[in-house]
């Protein structure tokens, strides 16, 4: 496994990671799959995190049975209308959704000069970051609508280590999801996991929410 004193820069998700905005997400697709008939699992659930947009809507769509019910036109429809739902969500979200210890955690990785950037599946991310204050930390990101393959692919945390100008042995990448754990670690980077480590059990380091995730607890990891 990488050294601590290896580390330059940390990559982050940011729906579940940064802010607890995922329970937004599941909220807005599980009105619309209960909507088109099918049937909201904790496992469909867990499933979404991580997951493109329209990927998550064909995801829906297979757990009922129903991949070929619609047109391209009609699923557009449908994901558009979740993302308004998610936005309506969105609405009166400020700094108080950040979870907790990131402020702290990321002023840290600032006063050590570790270089930051955002791998996020999220074509809202540049809004929501404005939204919790912290796009200043966040000059660098990869932009989804620019990639080939969504997460679990490698290309996402692969991008968010070059736009660094950094390998990617020198970076850590952040999740919350099983998809971007498979990410991180297709991109040959440190993987670390939040939430719980039956679900994330291929994260290479597990925090079990983010007020564990700091630079001591991450350096006593590695020893
Ligand atoms: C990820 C979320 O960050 O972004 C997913 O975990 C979401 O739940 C995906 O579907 C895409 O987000 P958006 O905002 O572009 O629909
Ligand atoms: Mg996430």
Known sequence: MVNFEQI???????????????IYHSKAWRQLAEELGVTWTTEL???????SRMD???????????????????????????NTNYLNLLKDMDASAILPGINDFIEDLKRHDYKLSLASAS????LVLEQLGLAKYFEKRVDPATLKHG?????????????????????????????????????????????????LNEA????????????ENIKQALK
């Not at 998550?56 to 979740?82: D, V």
């Not at 380091?205 to 630079?215: A, P, V, Y």
């Open 56 to 82: 998550s809507l064909n995801l829906i769509l297979k757990a009922g049975g129903k991949e070929s019910a619609y047109t391209e036109e009609e699923k557009e429809h449908y994901a558009t209308e979740k």
């Open 8 to 22: 330059k820069g940390f990559v982050f998700d940011l729906d579940g990671v940064i802010a607890d905005t995922s």
């Open 123 to 126: 074509k809202n991310s540049p």
């Open 45 to 51: 659930s867990n499933n979404l995190k991580g997951v």
């Open 151 to 199: 997460k679990p692919d490698p290309e996402i945390f692969a991008r968010g280590a070059e736009i660094l100008g950094l390998k990617p042995e020198e970076c850590v990448g952040i999740e919350d999801a099983t998809a971007g754990i498979k990410s991180i670690n297709g991109a040959s980077e440190l993987s670390i996991g939040i939430g719980d480590p039956k679900i």
């Open 204 to 215: 290479d380091i597990n925090f079990t929410d983010t007020s564990k995730l700091t630079l």
